[in-house]
């Protein structure tokens, strides 16, 4: 079974520039997760969704960042314009109705 | 206001001796506890979980101890093997509906001395 992808796997922009992720989760996850997680922390709820519709966006800044999941499989998450303190690892998990959450890789996001 | 503590933010340990994580939550309501394993450079790996309703769960070399008068948990590992090194993660959800979301704690990072 293919896990979870993800893909740049790093990225490296300047302030004020855009920057998009993608993630491509496990077949027949119904439920996809994206994370923010900095260096020493741990990961931080940006958005979920179960199939195409939002869940729980309340620690996504909307004034920057997007997310989409279009046909409920795969997703982008859009960061517009980027600050310095978005320098971060960027996760994507999918589920299917238990607690158990699988990780991408991750995209190691720096903005100078 | 952290919901999960991991005290120690890191753990040194010999090879073949066991490693013992910590973890400690304040909100009662949490019924379902995971934890999870990163390697640099890698996305969070799954590694055993315990519901509330028991107070031990084996896996191997891994067994999570749950006392929940004490609102703590304790992964065990034994033996400890140099693989094992890595960053540890306590992660209970928290359940409102279809919201499954994960309250992480800072993270234990072990190394595995062989």
């Known amino acids: 079974e293919a896990g979870v992808a993800q893909s740049p796997r790093y990225k490296i922009i300047e302030k004020r520039q855009s920057v998009a992720f993608w993630c491509n989760p496990i077949?027949?996850?119904?439920?996809l997760y994206w994370y923010q997680q900095i260096l020493g922390q741990g990961p931080k709820l940006l958005i979920q969704?179960?199939?195409?519709?939002?869940?729980?966006d309340s620690q996504l800044p909307k004034d920057r960042f997007s997310a989409e999941r279009l046909k409920g499989v795969d997703s982008t998450l859009k960061i517009q314009p980027a600050k310095l303190e978005d320098s971060a690892v960027y996760l994507c998990?999918?589920?299917?109705?238990?607690?158990?959450?699988?990780f991408g890789p991750g995209t190691r996001l720096t903005v100078t | 206001d952290q919901q999960v503590k991991q005290n120690s933010p890191s753990l040194s340990v010999q090879e073949g001796r066991i490693s013992i994580l910590n973890c400690d939550y304040t909100?009662?309501?949490?019924?379902?506890f995971l934890w999870y394993k990163k390697y640099p450079a890698e996305g969070p790996t799954f590694l055993i979980s315990?519901?509330?309703i028991k107070d031990k769960n084996e896996d191997g070399r891994f067994t999570v101890f749950l006392n929940k008068s004490a609102k703590h948990l304790s992964l065990h590992i034994v033996p400890s093997q140099p693989g094992d090194s890595a960053v540890y993660f306590c992660?209970?959800?928290?359940?409102?509906?279809?919201?499954?979301?994960?309250?992480w704690g800072l993270g234990t990072s072990l190394a595995v001395n062989p």
């Open positions: 992660a209970p959800p928290q359940n409102a509906g279809n919201n499954r979301k994960l309250i």
């Open positions: 909100n009662s309501m949490f019924d379902y």
């Open positions: 315990i519901s509330s």
């Open positions: 077949s027949g996850h119904a439920t």
């Open positions: 969704f179960q199939n195409n519709g939002v869940v729980d």
């Open positions: 998990a999918s589920g299917q109705g238990t607690y158990e959450q699988y």
